[in-house]
């Protein structure tokens, strides 16, 4: 599970890279407001547990653009 935070918009960002019940990778996207019930969550199929890793990387980059700091 990887974890950003935005403190100044009070928002959140979280991965996971999880197997599904058939075996295959996907990486679970969920996002919203520190606090807030809603929120949202995307689930996308990667070919292998190594595109996965990769595509954590890429979202960590972007959010680090975006002003979020890891968590933990």
């Known amino acids: 599970m990887h974890r950003w935070t935005n403190p100044e918009k009070a ?3 979280q991965v ?3 197997r599904d019940l058939l075996g295959d990778w996907t990486v679970i996207q969920s996002w919203g407001g520190v606090g807030s019930k ?12 190594d595109a996965g890793v990769e595509r954590i990387a890429a979202i960590g980059k972007q959010r ?9």
């Not at 680090?64 to 933990?72: A, F, L, N, Q």
């Open 64 to 72: 680090g653009k975006r002003g979020y700091t890891p968590v933990g």
């Open 38 to 49: 809603r929120g949202r969550v995307q689930i996308v199929w990667v070919p292998s547990h």
């Open 16 to 18: 996971d890279l999880v």
């Open 11 to 13: 928002r959140y960002y």
